[in-house]
Structures are given as C-alpha cells and as structure tokens.
C-alpha cells in the first residue's frame, strides 16, 4: 500500500501513483524515497529539510 502525502503549508497532496514527473520523479515513487532536496511543487517547501516535515501522512 502506497501512501499519500499532504503538504500543511498549501494543502497539496503527494500521490506516489501520480507521483511529480515534471519534476524527474518517476510514477510509483514513494514518500520516502524522494530526494533529500524535493520541494512541494506548490509552496517550494522542502519536504526533509532541518526536521521540519511540512509533509503529514494522509490517512486512507
Ligand atoms: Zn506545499
């Protein structure tokens, strides 16, 4: 089960199905192995950046 990612600062969620292929990650792509440097696509937040997670679980 892939899980789904929402950004608290916009609201945009991260859909590992979808995933952020203009931004070179590839379909199927989990949560948690994106790049130590991927931004939200929306806000420019950066999900891992110094222990702030703007990132929180969505549950199903
Ligand atoms: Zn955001």
Redesign the pocket.
Known sequence: MSHRYR?R??G?IYNPAISDPKEGIAPGTLFERLPQNYR?P??H?YAFAGGRK?FELLEN
């Open positions: 950004c600062i916009c945009y939200c929306d806000c937040a703007p």
